[in-house]
């Protein structure tokens, strides 16, 4: 990134402008704060975004958001939108866990009326949501079955009672994309998944109890059904085996397809087709299967957790979806009255009360976002704005985004030293792993206050309002 300029465009907005390289199509454009662009800068995401800004039908600008780090071909924390009809699709701008999101729960009770049952209620989630690496949940799938969550998503368990029309109103997409096709999922990869929803998974995933810390928005809030001292679950989880077997399997598909449409790369890891030859739509199909996957997976996780609640605090525990947004798809979505495919790879779709694909009930506000911080800090409640259409796509960020490798966090802490210093702060830890509590540690991330400050003063989301955990449970 040294050889090509950045150019300050406004506060936190900066620019490697469209003729920094010849192959470059737009410009590749970041918003970051000073010290958040020093951190960027330590790694390849800079030179993986002006990548990302050669491909073919390109609108607008490529984007990093202030969370931005190095990934697969595409940085993590990146956004780029290409035409439906003349660009390409690349598995590389989704990643390898498809639709992994995030969703936000809301009880009636405060933290003052759970009192010293958090320790419990931790312990019971921890012990009833399988989580691991390979670990497999409660509900067996044959063939029919799976091929329609593949195909219905969440819609499919509210025939089987395990989702309500309530729920489905507050998920993004109502938890189902309409282009899924089971066909396209390959037998590995349906294998990979057939015994994993409702479980959490490994890495960055996890369970979180915790509290409304404070509120920004009153208004705002109040639309979303959260106030102050409310207590909170959070789960971060998504399409597990079956979504990394659908990328792997695409990645090498379209690897050996490029050259049939005459697309040269920088990278590798951009393999990509276009969006209108059967590659391209095959793999949207296998990519929106494995997106109703993932959703289905957190809806029931969700479910776990509120029977965790319910046998916890009875009939005062229920737990009210908030909403439930995803961090990896490309979707397609009209800008400007043009047809798009828009990649988010670590990115959540913000989408301002005026748009059409904002819920009913929180037009006045804006479509609830959730950034889920760091094991120890704090997470937070955005609201999408009507001004993120022509900012970025309607995207924002997706978390804090790390600022070390998994490899370079087990070094620099020690599992038990992590343990040790949450519960100090008073976070009750569940984690079976030492080596992953180490991996997941609050150093090995950015500051999420600052990343959420720049989507904030940017314009492409708005603070409403900032969660505390009291309690984790990591896969």
Not at 95 to 113: F, K, P, Q
Not at 130 to 139: D, F, I, K, V
Not at 330 to 339: N, Q, Y
Not at 377 to 382: C, F, I, K, Q, W
Request: proline letters at 3%.
């Amino acid at each position: 990134m040294a050889s090509l300029a950045l150019r300050k465009r406004g506060e936190m907005t900066w620019e490697v402008t469209a003729d920094a390289r010849p192959d470059m199509r737009v410009p590749a454009r970041l918003y970051a704060d000073e010290k958040l662009l020093d951190a960027i800068r330590r790694d390849r995401s800079l030179d993986q975004l002006v990548n990302v800004a050669t491909l073919r039908g390109l609108r607008g600008c490529v984007y990093a958001m202030p969370d931005v780090h190095e990934g697969y071909g595409f940085p993590v924390g990146g956004v780029a939108a290409t035409d439906a009809r003349t660009g390409v699709i690349s598995p590389g701008g989704v990643g390898y866990d498809i639709n992994c999101g995030v969703r936000l729960l809301a009880a009636e009770v405060t933290a003052d009326d759970v009192g010293g049952r958090v320790e419990g209620i931790v312990h019971d989630l921890a012990r009833s949501i399988p989580s691991g690496q390979g670990r497999g949940g409660a509900l067996s799938l044959d063939d029919e079955e799976l091929d329609r969550v593949l195909e219905e998503g969440c819609r499919y368990l509210v025939e089987r009672g395990l989702a309500s029309a309530d729920d489905l109103e507050a998920i993004e997409a109502g938890g189902r994309l309409a282009g899924a096709e089971a066909a396209a999922v390959s037998e590995r990869a349906k294998e990979r998944g057939r015994n994993q929803l409702g479980t959490l998974g490994s890495g960055n995933h996890f369970v979180e109890v915790g509290v409304v810390d404070e509120v920004f928005d009153e208004a705002a809030a109040a639309a979303f059904g959260l106030r102050a001292r409310q207590v909170t679950l959070l789960i971060h989880s998504g399409s597990r085996g079956l979504g990394h077997q659908v990328c792997t399997d695409y990645v090498k598909l379209m690897d050996r397809v490029m050259a049939r449409y005459d697309i040269v790369l920088p990278d590798r890891e951009l393999a990509c087709a276009p969006l209108d030859s059967p590659e391209g739509q095959r793999y949207f199909a296998a990519m929106s299967a494995a997106g109703n996957f993932a959703w289905s997976n957190r809806q029931l996780i969700a479910e776990g957790g509120r029977k965790v609640f319910r046998r916890a605090l009875g009939g005062a525990g229920a737990l009210r979806l908030v909403y439930d947004v995803a961090h990896n798809l490309a979707k397609l979505e009209e800008h400007d009255g043009v047809r798009l495919c828009v990649h988010r790879k670590g990115a959540t779709r913000a989408f301002g009360p005026s748009h059409p694909e904002t819920p009913a009930r929180y037009r006045g506000a804006g479509q609830p976002v959730i950034i889920p911080g760091s094991m120890g800090t704090a997470s937070y409640v955005l609201a999408g704005t009507d001004a993120a259409l022509g900012l970025s796509f309607g995207s924002t960020c997706h978390g804090a985004g790390r600022a070390m490798s998994r490899t370079a966090a087990r070094r620099a802490a020690k599992g038990q030293d992590v343990r040790r210093e949450l519960e100090g702060a008073g976070i009750v830890v569940r984690c079976a792993s030492a080596g992953e509590l180490a991996e997941e540690a609050p150093i090995a991330y950015k500051d999420v206050d600052r990343v959420v400050n720049v989507v904030h003063e940017v314009g492409i989301a708005r603070k409403v309002a900032r969660l505390r955990p009291l309690g984790v449970v990591k896969g």
